[in-house]
């Protein structure tokens, strides 16, 4: 992964940091590394040994008890003395005079000046997407249940946000944004996170639906998120190759294929993946617009990023931030020169077209987006998910003192079991978010010590010149900078900074870039191959079992989790198309348990109609049973108690178990 200067004319990647002569400072750096390394992890790594069983030897203790985030490293961190001073010498023909070349930005920029596909790259970049396909399916194919054989692909979704995403795919479908509400009952088909004022829509923006429809039509709603993972992977290749050579996007792209996070996000009907489909293709077309001032290049990064507003708006403003202010400088600069009529032809050009391509998609995305509140809304400003969340759920507010200002506004319509979830967001708490989100965006994407010796290793090292990737960086920390105003931490502690984990995938590979250059110059090639082996030590615990040094993998830990309400849904739906004592068609009503606000049980299709067994609300005071017979006569009625797992049918007169 070696580099090469740049032209001056180009953008500068930040590929070159080199100097004839390594700094004499850079064994001390090592030391002070190893002895700060050293200093976190062995009290951990103590305390781990003392704690567990104290009969058997202190050394079989270490290795049987193994701590995925620390214990690997610690090993690896005790041989680092020995491939510092020793002097073996490695020489691989085939990757000296093959591989290495290709890898490198030099390689990129001849292909570039000779106008020649770069069919290595190509190839990299569809075995980068095809591998992330595998993961995402073998992660579907993890066993959940033993018993019954059941694998988390079997299993129907597990949070209210997948119904919802649903619901508003099934809308779209049928060639609407919305459906009439229940005309003299609505309040029992009160979905979470489904608007039903009149009207029944998704809360949510309708990018994720867009990307979700032609899937689902197809009944294979998950094989659309295999596939955006693919094509995140695919453009993040493409993206790291722009900025340091096909060594840093293959190195990149690996990483995002087999992070844990990724793997099971792939495995959720979310708005994530479909995110990074767009963010990834703006993030490639964007730095290939600094080089080649192209409206086309431009066009596609705003396409990229219109799509990616339409599907989680806040993420597309934090990601595109620091290039949005990179633009805003250029245009300032460019005004600059016009009045000093300094400026030229080619320099209007420059500044304008992309511009020009970047804004058109932004307003085509707006425009959309307005049209689409104004159908649900009835307001072209007033989005379904501010609405909704003043309606329903007012304690959870974007905002500081949330729980406060929401409990000015409660209405007749709070749902308020789950909206007494908020915790007031004070600024302690929006620390503790914080430090949460950025632990688990680096646990779950590679891990905890590996991307955060790859982020002090960035910032000792670019801190002197201005490089794009300051803009990669910079993207983490405003992603993470937009979402301090919200009380909650994320599903894993990081589902709103999700984005950031490829970021990180591409920080870690500059940074591997940059200490084996470092390391080349000083002649210390077995520095290389601990680092190698800190990542592949990642890669097995984030993803394999390896008893008895480790009995149980971080994606196991997430799929074991997710598994949980999955099965809830299974059993509860097994319930609704199996039981034999339930007659259709039929209104099965729920008593949801108080203490489990996560899991409801209140999920229809959008055409209320069309359904043979609906699910509502069991609200005795509002719609005792027998007026809700009236309102139902075709349907026979029953109640579900989730609480004591109890059905019974009304008949006509009270509730009598089944």
């Not at 990018?207 to 094509?231: D, E, I, K, R, S």
């Amino acid at each position: 992964m070696n580099s090469k200067q740049q032209p001056s004319s180009r953008p500068n990647s930040g590929a070159d940091t080199t100097s004839t002569s390594p700094s004499r400072w850079i064994p001390l750096i090592h030391l002070l590394f190893l002895i700060g390394l050293l200093s976190l992890l062995a009290p951990y790594e103590w305390n781990r040994v003392e704690s567990e069983n104290l009969q058997l030897p202190w050394l079989s203790r270490f290795f049987l008890y193994v701590n995925v985030d620390t214990t690997p490293y610690f090993i690896l961190l005790l041989f680092s003395p020995l491939c510092w001073w020793l002097p073996l010498p490695l020489h691989w023909g085939f990757f000296s005079r093959a591989l290495r070349p290709r890898l490198s930005l030099a390689w990129v920029e001849k292909k570039r000046s000779d106008k020649q596909w770069d069919w290595f790259a190509i190839s990299i970049s569809l075995l980068l997407a095809l591998t992330s396909l595998f993961i995402s399916g073998w992660t579907a194919d993890h066993i959940v249940d033993t018993e019954r054989e059941l694998t988390l692909g079997d299993l129907p979704p597990a949070y209210h946000d997948e119904y919802s995403y649903l619901f508003q795919t099934e809308t779209l479908l049928a060639g609407r944004t919305s459906f009439p509400s229940h005309p003299e009952a609505p309040e029992l088909f009160d979905q979470v996170h489904v608007l039903n004022e009149g009207n029944m829509a998704s809360r949510y923006f309708p990018g994720t639906g867009l990307w979700l429809a032609p899937f689902l039509a197809w009944g294979h709603p998950y094989w659309g998120y295999w596939l955006a993972g693919a094509v995140t992977t695919f453009f993040f290749f493409w993206a790291a190759r722009e900025l340091g050579g096909n060594g840093v996007g293959l190195l990149g792209g690996l990483i995002i294929a087999f992070s844990p996070g990724m793997a099971i996000f792939s495995n959720l009907l979310l708005a994530h993946h479909p995110t990074l489909v767009g963010l990834s293709l703006f993030l490639w077309a964007y730095l290939r617009m600094q080089r080649t001032s192209s409206f086309g290049d431009a066009l596609l990064a705003g396409l990229g990023l219109s799509f990616a507003m339409l599907c989680r708006p806040m993420t597309a403003a934090g990601f595109a931030l620091p290039f949005g202010i990179r633009q805003a400088v250029q245009l300032v600069r460019w005004c600059l020169l016009k009045i000093k009529k300094t400026e030229t032809e080619s320099s209007t050009r420059q500044i304008w077209l992309p511009v020009a391509g970047l804004a058109l998609p932004l307003a085509c995305g707006l425009i959309c987006l307005f049209l689409y509140n104004q159908s649900i809304t009835g307001s072209g400003w007033k989005m379904p998910y501010q609405l909704y969340t003043d309606i329903y759920t007012p304690r959870h507010v974007y905002g500081f003192n949330n729980v406060i200002r929401g409990e000015q506004k409660l209405g007749p319509k709070v749902l308020d079991n789950y909206d007494k979830w908020a915790e007031n967001l004070t600024p302690a708490l929006a620390v503790q978010n914080i430090q949460n989100r950025f632990l688990a965006s680096l646990q779950w994407t590679l891990g905890i010590i590996p991307l955060s010796l790859a982020a002090l290793v960035f910032l000792l090292t670019e801190w002197k010149q201005w490089s794009r990737w300051w803009l990669v960086f910079a993207s983490i920390i405003s992603l993470h900078v937009v979402h301090i105003p919200y009380w909650y931490d994320g599903i894993m502690h990081w589902h709103y900074v999700f984005e950031t984990g490829p970021l990180w995938a591409l920080i870690f590979a500059r940074a591997t870039q940059t200490l084996f250059r470092i390391w080349q110059q000083i002649d210390r090639p077995l520095m290389s191959v601990l680092w190698l082996a800190m990542m592949l030590a990642a890669f097995l615990t984030n993803l394999t079992v390896l008893p008895p040094l480790w009995g149980v993998s971080k994606l196991e830990i997430i799929v074991s989790n997710v598994a949980f309400s999955r099965l809830k849904h299974f059993q509860f739906q097994q319930m609704l198309n199996h039981h034999p004592q339930i007659k259709r068609p039929a209104l099965m009503l729920i008593a949801h348990d108080p203490h489990d606000r996560h899991i409801d049980y209140v999920i229809n299709s959008p055409d209320l109609k069309q359904q043979e067994i609906l699910t509502g609300r069991y609200l005795p005071a509002q719609y005792p049973p027998a007026r809700v017979q009236q309102i139902f006569p075709q349907r026979t009625l029953y109640l579900y108690d989730a609480k004591q797992n109890r059905l019974s049918r009304w008949n006509g007169t009270i509730w009598e178990p089944i």
